[in-house]
């Protein structure tokens, strides 16, 4: 009985690591192995990003309730970071890879655009390496 509800939950986390990759790969035209940080480029993970105060005040009608509470938790005061980066978002507590595609998403919709794709990783796996 145990058995088909770890099936269905490891396709669906497939199903999920699927659609992360293919949505993330829409929008940078790099497509990731899986949807874990280490998987994504140290070019991308360093580009500037606004603020969370400035992507809820932006954004926060479009993002999904648990983007928006993760980006809510941050620390208030400014001058505890100035420069926010992709990964520096993933460093906060509660946002993981999908809110990171939230977010990215927004800011695509409002004519913002990823390309050209990173280039200091290879789109292979660790294996073909």
């Known amino acids: 009985m145990l058995a088909p509800k770890a099936s269905n939950r490891r396709e669906q986390r497939e199903r999920d ?6 949505a993330f790969f829409a929008l940078t035209g790099f497509r990731p192995v899986a949807p874990y940080r280490e ?11 606004p ?7 932006r954004f926060g009608d479009r993002l999904h309730t648990r983007t928006s509470n993760a980006l ?3 620390d208030p005061d400014p001058a505890h970071r100035e420069d926010w980066t992709y990964g520096s ?18 800011l695509h919709e409002s004519g913002f655009v990823f390309h050209p794709a990173p280039s200091s990783l290879p789109t292979t796996s660790r294996k073909e390496r």
């Open 39 to 49: 998987f994504l480029p140290p070019d991308f993970l360093a580009r500037s990003i």
């Open 17 to 22: 690591n699927a659609r992360f990759a293919e």
């Open 72 to 74: 809510r938790q941050q």
């Open 89 to 106: 978002l993933l460093d906060l507590r509660g946002f993981g890879m999908f809110c990171l595609l939230d977010v990215m998403q927004a």
């Open 51 to 57: 603020s969370p105060s400035e992507l809820v005040a």
